[in-house]
């Protein structure tokens, strides 16, 4: 059972243009969701981070939303730059171990 | 900042040697450190949870005598692969989690590569 669904698996976005991924998690004991950005043959590295209590937090063009209900949480990067394509990762934490999505190659054309 | 060091950055051993892979953090104490095992293009699986000064924990399919974990100070985690074979090959990555101040984030290192010919 995998209790991180991510989507898309890729994505391509225009350069200045919005970037969308997307997770989804089954277990209600998570208490801590961040996202990480990866360079190909280095390891991640921690982009923005949210508890269950906030919906929605924002580090300058990273905002996280956040549906408790829903068990969803998403990540926009506003204004995206070629500089921003890497592949992204979210993860859900309980008991300080972390559970991550299958990650998110995004693609920023000039 | 908080910075997590990996040493070696690449290693090539062959198959049947133990290769040693340290996690260091640099600028702060980690109780807890984590090590983690990527394939290409796929998400990263945690192998164990390093405490230091007790043992580690292992995930479940995890050979803890083939993946030897000792966390012996508050700064250093190693991962030892024993008798490395081909299946081996993968990126490990650290991380390690700053607990000053009651913090929650967890640093992950830079990863290391390794080839098992």
């Not at chain 1, 063009?61 to 979210?90: E, V, W």
């Not at chain 2, 030897?68 to 490990?92: C, G, K, M, R, W």
Request: proline share 5%.
């Amino acid at each position: 059972q995998q209790q991180v669904k991510q989507s898309p698996q890729s994505l391509i976005v225009q350069k200045g243009g919005i970037s969308i991924i997307n997770c989804a998690y089954e277990n209600t004991a998570f208490d801590y969701f961040p996202w990480y950005q990866q360079f190909p043959g280095k390891g991640p590295a921690l982009l923005i981070a949210i508890r269950p209590d906030v919906s929605e937090k924002k580090e300058g063009r990273f905002t996280i939303s956040f549906n408790k209900s829903a068990k969803q949480f998403s990540l926009h990067i506003m204004d995206s730059q070629p500089g921003d394509s890497a592949t992204y990762f979210c993860a859900a934490r309980r008991a300080g171990k972390s559970t991550f999505g299958d990650g998110t190659t995004l693609t920023v054309k000039p | 900042g908080a910075v997590v060091s990996q040493h070696p950055s690449w290693v090539i051993c062959k198959s049947g040697t133990s290769v040693k892979i340290e996690c260091r953090s640099l600028d702060f104490q980690a109780t807890t450190m984590f090590w983690y095992r990527q394939f290409p293009k796929q998400s990263l699986m945690l192998m164990a949870t390093s405490n230091e000064g007790s043992k580690a924990t292992y995930e479940q399919g995890v050979e803890k005598d083939k993946f030897l974990i000792n966390h012996a100070s508050l700064t250093l985690s190693t991962l030892t692969v024993t008798s490395a074979h081909p299946e081996d090959s993968s990126f490990y990555i650290c991380s390690a989690r700053d607990s000053r101040g009651g913090g929650y984030e967890q640093y992950f290192g830079p990863g290391t590569r390794l080839t098992v010919t």
